[in-house]
Nanobody
């Protein structure tokens, strides 16, 4: 089993920036594609960004394109999400996920972290 844990969330003012981190532990012999999702209260989990195992492919949700950047760390199955120009609609719990291929579907990821809260104040 692969365990993921997110960090870096908190209370941020609108227009500000924050970087989320995702660290892996457990069975890390495989290199997985990584994804970031978010969920606001009362809403479905939403795709934010994904990156391939090699780091050569990335994709973003329409609402975050041009503002957020996903990257991989030097440690296996580590990922980051740099979030700029934040607005109140970015508020939610942000989840890191790992799967075989990069994609936008929640069901395509095998491993999930517990999430980290990001709250953007106006």
């Amino acid at each position: 089993q692969l365990q993921l844990v997110e960090s870096g969330g908190g209370l941020i003012q609108a227009g500000g920036s924050v970087r989320l981190s995702c660290a892996a532990s457990g069975r890390t012999e495989n290199t997985y594609a990584m994804g970031w999702f978010r969920q606001a209260p009362g809403k479905a989990r939403e795709f934010v960004a994904t990156i391939s195992a090699s780091g050569g492919y990335t994709a973003y949700g329409n609402s975050v394109k041009g503002r957020f950047t996903i990257s991989r760390g030097s440690a296996k199955n580590t990922a980051y999400l740099q979030m700029n120009s934040l607005n109140t609609e970015d508020t939610g719990v942000y989840y890191c996920a790992a799967g075989l291929l990069p994609n936008e579907g929640v069901s395509q990821y095998d491993y999930w972290g517990p999430g980290t809260q990001v709250t953007v104040s106006s």
